[in-house]
C-alpha cells in the first residue's frame, strides 16, 4: 500500500516561487507515475503535471508549462513540482498523486486513473 505525503505549499505574491514535495513510501510497483493535481473549490480537478518514474517522462498542462518544472528523486521516492512566476490563478489545493497501473505513462493526466492520492497542501498566491 503506497502512501503520499506533500509538503511545501504556502503564501507567495504573484511573480514568486515555491517548492512542493511529494515523498512515497510503500510504492513498490515495478512502472509507475506520480502527478500532481490541484482543485479550486467549484472547478474541476485540473492534472497539472506528471512524472513516469520508470523513465523520466514528463508530462505539463498548457496552463502551467514554461513556469513549473517536475522531477524525481528516484532514490529517495520523492517528487517535486518547483513553481516559478506564480500566479493568482494558480492558487488551489495540490495534490500530488500515485499511477500503479499504468506502467508509467504519462501522456495525458486524468484523476480516475491515479489510485493512491496525497493528503493536499494549500497554495495561494496574492495577487
Known amino acids: 500500500e503506497a502512501q503520499l505525503v506533500e509538503s511545501g505549499g504556502g503564501l507567495v505574491q504573484a511573480g514568486g516561487s515555491l517548492r512542493l514535495s511529494c515523498a512515497a513510501s510503500?510504492?513498490?510497483?515495478?512502472?509507475?507515475?506520480i502527478g500532481w493535481f490541484r482543485q479550486v473549490p467549484g472547478k474541476e480537478q485540473e492534472g497539472v503535471s506528471a512524472?513516469?518514474?520508470?523513465?523520466?517522462?514528463?508530462y505539463y498542462a498548457d496552463s502551467v508549462r514554461g513556469r513549473f518544472t517536475i522531477f524525481s528523486d528516484v532514490a529517495e521516492n520523492t517528487v517535486y513540482l518547483q513553481m516559478n512566476s506564480l500566479k493568482h490563478e494558480d492558487t488551489a489545493v495540490y495534490y500530488c498523486?500515485?499511477?500503479?497501473?499504468?506502467?508509467?505513462?504519462?501522456?495525458?493526466?486524468?484523476?480516475?486513473?491515479?489510485?493512491?492520492w496525497g493528503q493536499g497542501t494549500q497554495v495561494t498566491v496574492s495577487s
Open positions: 510503500g510504492a513498490t510497483f515495478d512502472d509507475y507515475a
Open positions: 512524472i513516469s518514474m520508470s523513465d523520466g517522462t514528463t
Open positions: 498523486a500515485l499511477d500503479s497501473t499504468g506502467g508509467g505513462t504519462v501522456t495525458a493526466m486524468y484523476p480516475s486513473w491515479y489510485d493512491y
